[in-house]
């Protein structure tokens, strides 16, 4: 397989937008003694710390396994590169992830240090401040990772997903407005799977659908040979798959062992799941969507953001038709602060998507993460208002709301016609303070990377005039101006 070099982007001051310093190597960073990686899911951050580990002699662990064991002596004198700090932030019980990681890295004299993190679940100065006592030099970077570069596009796509022309297949998913998905390895994977001939998935839903089939199909066709007295349907392996990762997530843990003897505290055994289809199940971890991990009779989920989208589509079934209370599964979700938990943001989202008896309650406590995490752009056009109003919320409770949140193509699933009279009022609204403003950038990211009506042209133009917007609006109202204008010369005039 084929690994491209990864880039990177040092923050300088986390309040502000990483607009400061221009990316560089991710190995342009190996002389520091601790820096963490965000990004979003999917982003590369696992293949990246894996890659830098190979190469500096280091040692990639999960955080969940690294502060939950004795230290190992093939860990001492090494840099440690620890993975997945969105996925233990909820089961540190009363003391934090933070504090276990620091109390581990003491135990082995504070070695230089990577943590990988979702950049949503990384709680900025807060974190950085707390790990600063574990870098030998009490110093700590944060670096963003860069998204993949259209280079790295058609190289992945031609040496490991067989794809002869990589400039046609960009062409096609640009035309048909999912090109937003190409610049993340995970759902590049997908849609590079996903595609049959010419059945190309047109949002984020279809694309991890049909590469979920996909991976559930069996490639062995002696397997196959061997099934065709007893055979399950896709839609049965994809519904075990589903309720499996459902437990996974839900109870903070890492993988299945398939033998008793090889269970644990971070992996369950396969029938104490309780899986309503035990053969579907035996079934389902065998197929791609689950991989082997730390030897023989254990596996975890093909990818983290999969096993989110199937359990949350499990979930939704559940709930939509089996009596499954709602209030049941709000109680897991939902901290005490009545917030998404951190590290199911992703199935949060994907439930909003899948359930509509759940999605006005989601939309009402995080729109943020629904719109981030899961699929919008097929709701309706009540929800997606709903979702914009909960994002005008967000801004009044907290104007940096989106801070580490770094990309903006999400936001383009809003862009609904429907929505014009909604979107005029916030670009010609006359309040200037830093909720309006914080709000205003959201539309314009939505009609940024959704298109924008030609209706809103002079109300984008007289937002750009105007000298009592901050210039990071009026900037991002005259992108929008630009995209929207047919004639070049009418622009430079």
């Not at 004198?77 to 019980?93: H, P, Q, Y």
């Not at 297949?169 to 849609?191: H, I, S, W």
């Not at 005490?336 to 989601?362: E, M």
Request: proline content about 5%; charged content about 25%; hydrophobic content about 40%.
């Amino acid at each position: 397989m084929t690994l491209v070099p990864r880039r990177a982007r040092k923050l300088l001051d986390q309040s502000k937008n990483a607009v400061e310093n221009l990316p560089e190597d991710l190995q342009k960073f190996r002389n520091l003694s601790a820096w963490v990686l965000l990004g979003e899911p999917g982003a590369g951050k696992s293949t990246a710390f894996e890659s830098e580990a190979d190469a500096t002699g280091g040692k990639c662990l999960r955080i969940a396994e690294f502060i939950h064991t004795d230290p190992d002596e093939a860990w001492q004198g090494k840099t440690l590169f620890l993975d997945g700090l969105d996925e233990i932030r909820a089961s540190a019980g009363n003391n934090s992830a933070i504090q276990l990681i620091r109390k581990q890295l003491k135990r082995l004299g504070n070695p230089p240090f990577r943590i990988a993190c979702r950049a949503a679940d990384w709680y900025g100065a807060s974190d950085a401040e707390d790990l600063k006592a574990s870098s030998a030099d009490g110093q700590i970077a944060v670096l963003q990772l860069e998204p993949l570069s259209e280079d790295d596009i058609f190289i992945l796509l031609r040496d490991n997903y067989g794809t002869k022309n990589p400039d046609a297949f960009v062409e096609k998913a640009t035309r048909l407005g999912v090109a937003g998905l190409l610049d993340n390895p995970q759902t590049l994977g997908l849609l590079a799977e996903a595609v049959r001939g010419d059945q190309w998935p047109t949002t984020r839903h279809e694309t991890y659908r049909l590469a979920c089939e996909k991976l559930a199909e069996d490639a062995n066709k002696r397997h196959r040979d061997q099934a065709r007295t007893r055979p399950h349907s896709i839609e049965s392996l994809l519904d075990a798959a589903g309720q499996l990762c459902a437990v996974l997530l839900l109870s903070d843990l890492t993988g299945i062992a398939l033998d008793p003897g090889r269970s644990d505290s971070r992996f369950v055994y396969l029938n104490d799941c309780a899986p309503p289809d035990m053969e579907s199940a035996a079934l389902a971890v065998r197929t791609k969507l689950f991989r082997p991990e730390g030897g023989v009779e254990r596996v975890v989920p093909s990818h983290r953001s999969v096993a989110e989208y199937l359990a949350a589509h499990w979930l939704a079934r559940q709930i939509n038709s089996a009596g499954l209370p709602l209030g049941r599964v709000l109680n897991l979700l939902l901290g005490q602060d009545d917030r998404t938990v951190a590290g199911l943001r992703g199935l949060y989202a994907w439930l909003a998507f899948h359930s509509q008896k759940a999605r006005p309650r989601l939309i009402e406590a995080d729109p943020l993460t629904v719109v981030i995490y899961g699929d919008v752009k097929l709701m309706t056009a009540s929800d997606k208002r709903s979702l914009l109003s909960g994002l005008r919320r967000e801004a009044e409770r907290y104007h940096g709301f989106r801070w580490g949140v770094r990309i903006t193509h999400p936001f383009g699933a809003l862009a609904d016609p429907e929505l014009r009279e909604d979107f005029l009022a916030a670009l010609q609204a006359p309040e200037r303070d830093e909720a309006s403003q914080t709000f205003v950038g959201c539309v314009l990211d939505i009609l940024a990377e959704g298109g924008a009506p030609t209706e809103l042209a002079t109300a984008l133009l007289g937002l750009i005039r105007d000298p009592t917007h901050r210039a990071d609006i009026r900037e991002g109202a005259l992108n929008v101006w630009l995209k929207q204008l047919a004639d070049p010369r009418a622009a430079l005039k």
